[in-house]
């Protein structure tokens, strides 16, 4: 999603949230197929290639849905007329508000068009997906009225109607997350797609074989959590992986494959209880699970006080000389303390997550590669 400059001096009118048109997006799901790639003679460099671990192949049964699809899963992927992915679902600030994929393919949310406290475990939420949006806004200018004009400026895509339809695999967001740590996007990008292609032949061989609930047999899957836990570091250090993050993606699929990690899991826990679960996989920081919860889950309320774009865009909005802060030093708070931070952004709760959006907006940090993660 590209970010625009804020104008200086915008002109302050009653709101209007006008949704721009989407630009056209890709998905990193899509890999080249084999029959594509020129084929070249055997060596023996390719004869002594690793292979991906098989996934056991299981009977061809009836489908039985999981105690989670059962609890959660509420989407018609097929995207029919009338289907329950063309209307509003119920909302919350705390919870997880974008539909949750889960290795196999189910579509789960939080909430139903009817679900009842008695089979989600939740109370029920007073929003929408469709209005949560204009009323974090409401509260946001409720709060602080300067805020105003940088939202009129700014439609925030991110907990828009059109952005809580999004889906977010987590295992996949996270190793994709672990990847791109301290390289570029390009570099990123070019791993995760030798990361896929390592398990592309076994990945297909599971598809034939597994009762997936939502997903094509011919889309081009990301690793199963279980297929990924097989594996050796070396074999998944051939996609370009150090040896150090190998160890973190393995260590964070066997959690997954254990259930100790789950979709239904990331859907009903609290925003306390999502940061502290996650923390506890290795190469999880604080931060990272911060933007995973904000950009991937789509949850309202989530706060980052270690990010220096937050801290410089609180600091210029209250009037500081952020260039002079900067020249000053001060190390991880050289624009404000984490206590000033928390206790100015309190009133904004529980939707902190929009007002840090638009703290990024004042100094026009490019937040692009997190949101694309």
Not at 339 to 366: C, G, H, I, N, T
Request: hydrophobic letters at 35%; charged letters at 25%; one cysteine or more.
């Amino acid at each position: 999603m590209p970010v625009k400059r804020a104008q200086k001096n915008s002109p302050s009118a009653s709101i209007a949230l006008v949704a721009p048109k989407p630009n056209p997006g890709t998905t990193d799901r899509a890999v080249s197929p084999r029959s594509q790639i020129p084929q070249t003679k055997s060596t023996r460099s390719n004869r002594k290639r690793q292979e991906a671990p098989a996934i056991p192949r299981t009977s061809k049964k009836a489908r039985i849905m999981t105690p989670e699809a059962a609890v959660y899963r509420v989407e018609d992927s097929s995207g029919s007329k009338g289907s329950a992915s063309k209307l509003e679902r119920p909302a919350d600030p705390h919870r997880t508000n974008v539909p949750v994929i889960t290795p196999k393919g189910s579509r789960l949310v939080s909430y139903t068009v009817d679900s009842s406290p008695s089979k989600t475990g939740l109370a029920r939420p007073k929003s929408t997906t469709g209005h949560i949006l204009e009323e974090a806004c409401a509260h946001l200018m409720k709060e602080e009225p300067r805020l105003q004009p940088l939202i009129e400026q700014h439609y925030c895509r991110v907990f828009c109607p059109e952005g809580l339809r999004e889906e977010c695999d987590p295992f996949k967001s996270l190793c994709s997350t672990i990847m791109g740590q301290q390289v570029s996007g390009a570099a990123a990008m070019s791993i995760r797609k030798k990361f896929v292609g390592l398990f592309q032949n076994a990945t297909d061989m599971a598809v034939q074989d597994m009762e997936f609930d939502e997903v094509k047999k011919d889309e081009k899957l990301f690793p199963l959590p279980a297929q990924v836990a097989a594996c050796t570091v070396p074999f998944l250090r051939q996609a370009g992986l150090s040896e150090r993050k190998a160890e973190y993606i393995k260590g964070l699929a066997e959690k997954f494959a254990s259930g100790e990690l789950s979709a239904a899991m990331l859907l009903k826990a609290t925003d306390e209880e999502v940061l502290e679960k996650l923390t506890t996989v290795r190469g999880l920081g604080r931060w990272s699970v911060e933007m995973f919860a904000c950009f991937g889950l789509k949850r309202m309320d989530i706060f980052s006080t270690g990010d220096l774009g937050v801290q410089r865009g609180m600091a210029a909005f209250m009037g500081k000389d952020v260039k002079k802060l900067k020249g000053k030093g001060g190390g991880k708070w050289k624009y404000m303390t984490e206590q000033d931070m928390l206790a100015q952004s309190e009133k904004f709760a529980p939707y902190r997550s929009v007002f840090m959006w638009y703290m990024w907006r004042v100094e026009d940090v490019d937040v692009n590669i997190v949101e694309d993660s």
